[in-house]
Structure formats: C-alpha cells, structure tokens
C-alpha cells in the first residue's frame, strides 16, 4: 500500500511533510497524524491551532482536538483544554490509557498532567494583543478563517492518513471559535463530525465553522457515502450539499465548512461550501504528501453549492 496523508489549509503543507516521513519509515498512521498535527500545534503563528490560538472572551486559550485510529477503531479526545500545546498528544492518551474517548476543561488538564505533560502558557503576545483589541471594540464573536487581518492563519487542521499496512487514522486540532464564550466546544473533538475512520472504508476530517458541522455529522456523513461507492470527492461534495439543504447559510447565518477524504484504496478528494472560503485572502487550500509529493503539495479545492447535480449510484 502506497502511504499518503492529507490536511486542511496552508500550514498543512508541513504537517504533512512531517506525517509522510514517519509514514516512508514504516510506522502507523496514527503515528504520522498526531506528529503532523504536533507540527501545527506548535507553531506561534498559527492563530487557530494550539500555542499562539486566539483566545476565548476572557483571553484564555482553550483546545479542542480528537484522534481516531481505524485499525482498532478506537478515538481520545480533549475540550476546553488549557495549559498544554499538543491537544492531540493528551487526547491520543485518553485514548490509550482510559476506557473513555473525551476528557475535558480542569479535568482533562488534571489528567494531562498526570500523564507528564507540562503546563505552560498558551497565550502569545500577539495573540494577547488581537484579543485587547478586541475586548476594546466588544465585536462579535468571529472564526479564525473569516479574519480577514490574516492570509496565513485559518482554521482548524483536520488530518487524514493512510499507512502501508493499509490502516487509516485522522485527527483534528483546533483553538476554535476566536472570543468564543468559555467553555465553548466545536466539532474538532467530537468523533463523526470534527473526524471520522472506518478502516475498511475511509477516514474524513472537517474544517469550519464547527457549530454548524456538529448539526449534521458531516466526517462520519462523508465515511457512510464512501461505503455506497462514491469516490472520495463525491463524498466530500454530497456531504456538504447535505449540510447546505438542511442548514441554508442564506436563511441560518453566514459559515463555512470543508472537508478532506481518503479512501482505503488510496482515493483522495477535498471540498468546501462557497460561504466562508471563496474571498481572496481566505481560498479553500488543502494539502497532501505521498510518494511523488514528500514535501507536501498545496491545491485548491472544489466549491460545492446545491444547484449542482448529485451523482446517481
């Protein structure tokens, strides 16, 4: 099996750098997705993911991530979590030494910490000063991927990997919604909508506004229409023209959502609605690394809206 790794957005180009060289070197998928989002989650100038995440109202840093590995089909995940870079790590922990899939706010860093993990400060100067800035004006709350003061820093990073052996693992890392009220929880650690494996099908991870997402399942949506035959872009497409049908931007509120997919066999595709991911400093980009692309190659996605045609099966 030809390993691959995909991710959303710009800075997914080196995290999956990162994910394929542990995955050339033979090791698990699920190892490559939690060093490639460790890639994200510790660069300070990401505004949404990890260290150097724009804060919630009160100008605390909190992480959400999952992890889910398809060969035993098993998930950790953290919310709300504060004090510690790599969310993903601590959840990939919840997953391998607790019976449970979600820890979260002062509990989940109890456990982080019990599990040698070291507290520190999340918030960055820069961070601290967007967040000043906006506590000044009192705006509403925004998503990192509609800020238009940044061309670099979006969204949340949604992961997805496939290994030589043939299992597949994804993950999703995020500091969520910016301003956001404390406590405030989106769809990157909730399994089937912020990620979804099955290892005899595919993995999906999705990226955007998560309130929206977690109302219709989309990642465990864009698996189920893998297993009626659709290739990994139809997927990608259905599922959002599905969430478009059940939650009209035009008559809900403006929001954008994105998803990647891959297939068991390797098949790959990426998709977002046209709200939220079309302006010019904020286009849909994903990444992908692979045998011919190791250091991570960038492409824009496909634009889905609901006067398109579905695919007949």
Same mark, same amino acid.
């Given at each position: 099996?030809?390993?691959?790794?995909?991710?959303?957005?710009?800075?997914?180009?080196?995290?999956? +750098? #990162?994910? @394929?060289? &542990?995955? !050339?070197?033979?090791?698990?998928?699920?190892?490559?997705? %939690? /060093? =490639?989002?460790?890639?994200?989650?510790?660069?300070?100038?990401?505004?949404?993911?990890?260290?150097?995440?724009?804060?919630?109202?009160?100008?605390?840093?909190?992480?959400?991530?999952?992890?889910?590995?398809?060969?035993?089909?098993?998930?950790?995940?953290?919310?709300?979590?504060?004090?510690?870079?790599?969310?993903?790590?601590?959840?990939?922990?919840?997953?391998?030494?607790?019976?449970?899939?979600?820890?979260?706010?002062?509990? +989940? #860093?109890? @456990?982080? &910490?019990? !599990?040698?993990?070291?507290?520190?400060?999340?918030?960055? %100067? /820069? =961070?601290?000063?967007?967040?000043?800035?906006?506590?000044?004006?009192?705006?509403?709350?925004?998503?990192?991927?509609?800020?238009?003061?940044?061309?670099?820093?979006?969204?949340?990073?949604?992961?997805?990997?496939?290994?030589?052996?043939?299992?597949?693992?994804?993950?999703?890392?995020?500091?969520?919604?910016?301003?956001?009220?404390?406590?405030?929880?989106?769809?990157?650690?909730?399994?089937?909508?912020?990620?979804?494996?099955?290892?005899?099908?595919?993995?999906?991870? !999705?990226?955007?506004?998560?309130?929206?997402?977690?109302?219709?399942?989309?990642?465990?949506?864009?698996?189920?229409?893998?297993?009626?035959?659709?290739?990994?872009?139809?997927?990608?497409?259905?599922?959002?023209?599905?969430?478009?049908?059940?939650?009209?931007?035009?008559?809900?509120?403006?929001?954008?959502?994105?998803?990647?997919?891959?297939?068991?066999?390797?098949?790959?595709?990426?998709?977002?609605?046209?709200?939220?991911?079309?302006?010019?400093?904020?286009?849909?980009?994903?990444?992908?690394?692979?045998?011919?692309?190791?250091?991570?190659?960038?492409?824009?996605?496909?634009?889905?809206?609901?006067?398109?045609?579905?695919?007949?099966?």
């Amino acid at each position: 099996m030809n390993p691959l790794i995909l991710a959303t957005w710009r800075f997914g180009q080196a995290a999956c +750098a #990162k994910g @394929f060289s &542990l995955l !050339a070197e033979g090791l698990s998928a699920l190892d490559a997705i %939690e /060093a =490639a989002a460790n890639v994200v989650e510790e660069d300070p100038n990401v505004n949404s993911v990890g260290y150097g995440g724009l804060p919630n109202a009160e100008g605390v840093v909190e992480l959400d991530a999952a992890i889910m590995d398809g060969a035993q089909h098993t998930a950790g995940a953290v919310a709300a979590l504060t004090g510690f870079r790599r969310p993903i790590s601590v959840a990939r922990c919840v997953m391998e030494r607790t019976p449970h899939v979600m820890l979260v706010g002062e509990n +989940a #860093k109890r @456990f982080a &910490l019990q !599990a040698g993990f070291v507290e520190e400060e999340l918030l960055t %100067e /820069a =961070a601290r000063q967007r967040w000043l800035a906006w506590r000044s004006n009192q705006t509403g709350a925004e998503v990192a991927h509609f800020d238009r003061l940044s061309k670099e820093g979006h969204d949340t990073i949604g992961l997805c990997a496939l290994d030589k052996n043939g299992n597949l693992a994804a993950g999703c890392t995020t500091s969520g919604l910016a301003w956001k009220l404390p406590g405030r929880v989106g769809d990157s650690p909730i399994v089937g909508s912020g990620l979804y494996v099955d290892n005899e099908l595919g993995a999906a991870a !999705a990226t955007g506004d998560g309130d929206e997402i977690m109302k219709v399942c989309l990642s465990y949506r864009a698996v189920m229409l893998l297993e009626r035959g659709y290739t990994a872009q139809q997927a990608c497409e259905e599922a959002l023209r599905y969430l478009l049908r059940k939650r009209p931007p035009e008559t809900c509120r403006p929001y954008g959502a994105a998803l990647i997919a891959l297939r068991k066999d390797g098949d790959c595709g990426a998709a977002a609605t046209r709200t939220g991911f079309q302006a010019p400093d904020r286009l849909w980009i994903w990444a992908i690394a692979s045998t011919e692309h190791p250091e991570g190659l960038l492409q824009e996605g496909s634009y889905v809206t609901l006067t398109q045609s579905l695919p007949h099966l």
